[in-house]
T-cell receptor, first 112, second 112 residues
Framework: DTGVSQDPRHKITKRGQNVTFRCDPI?????LYWYRQTLGQGPEFLTY????????KSRLLSDRFSAERPKGSFSTLEIQRTEQGDSAMYLC??????????FGEGSRLTVL | AQRVTQPEKLLSVFKGAPVELKCNYS??????LFWYVQYSRQRLQLLLR??SRESIKGFTADLNKGETSFHLKKPFAQEEDSAMYYC??????????????FGTGTRLQVTL
């Protein structure tokens, strides 16, 4: 499968712990996006990268959230001191300049 | 601010009946509109975008700027159309064409 891959697919953690998600985009895609989806809602934009540069961050991203794409390939999304409100599906997507987003299967976070 | 409204959480139709999934948007600039679909146990994928003016899997959508709508239509529903459908909007020509604002989604259920 040469699509966008995300790891882990499901993470259960206790409140206050740190978690990290990884996204491997389609290899020739230079743009990478992170979205969050909570139950009953559509995906909400969090942040995006063009190559290794993080170009925009949503107001949804508190100081506890950080994302990196160090070599312009894979990306990580870290959540520090998790809260129950962080429970959601975290979606990664990648694209070229044509603007069609290709999504991964998502990483589901459950904070107990 | 950008906003996408999908008023129906669930739309149930019989096989062979016409389908119309409603989408209204709010945006002060020139929008680009999309429909994304998520079939059971599959990742979110692009169904169609208004600038391509294509018909995909028998679905069409016309951008009506006067009514700020982008309803998705199909004349004869098939069982395989059962899925979650999301309408999404981006700002045309801003260089961030893939930063999407999604609606809350409509589940289409096609029954025999």
């Amino acid at each position: 499968d040469t699509g966008v891959s995300q790891d882990p697919r499901h993470k259960i953690t206790k409140r206050g712990q740190n978690v990290t998600f990884r996204c491997d985009p389609i290899s020739e895609h230079n743009r990478l996006y992170w979205y969050r989806q909570t139950l009953g809602q559509g995906p909400e934009f969090l942040t995006y990268f063009q190559n290794e540069a993080q170009l925009e961050k949503s107001r949804l991203l508190s100081d506890r959230f950080s994302a990196e794409r160090p070599k312009g390939s894979f990306s990580t999304l870290e959540i520090q001191r998790t809260e129950q409100g962080d429970s959601a599906m975290y979606l990664c997507a990648s694209t070229t300049v044509t603007g069609e987003l290709f999504f991964g299967e998502g990483s589901r976070l459950t904070v107990l | 601010a950008q906003r996408v409204t999908q008023p129906e959480k669930l739309l149930s139709v019989f096989k062979g009946a016409p389908v119309e999934l409603k989408c209204n948007y709010s945006y002060s600039g020139s929008p680009e509109l999309f429909w994304y679909v998520q079939y059971s146990r599959q990742r979110l994928q692009l169904l169609l975008r208004h600038i391509s003016r294509e018909s995909i899997k028998g679905f069409t959508a016309d951008l009506n700027k006067g009514e700020t709508s982008f309803h998705l239509k199909k004349p004869f529903a098939q069982e395989e159309d059962s899925a979650m459908y999301y309408c999404a909007l981006s700002a045309l020509g801003t260089g961030t064409a893939s930063k999407l604002t999604f609606g809350t989604g409509t589940r289409l259920q096609v029954t025999l």
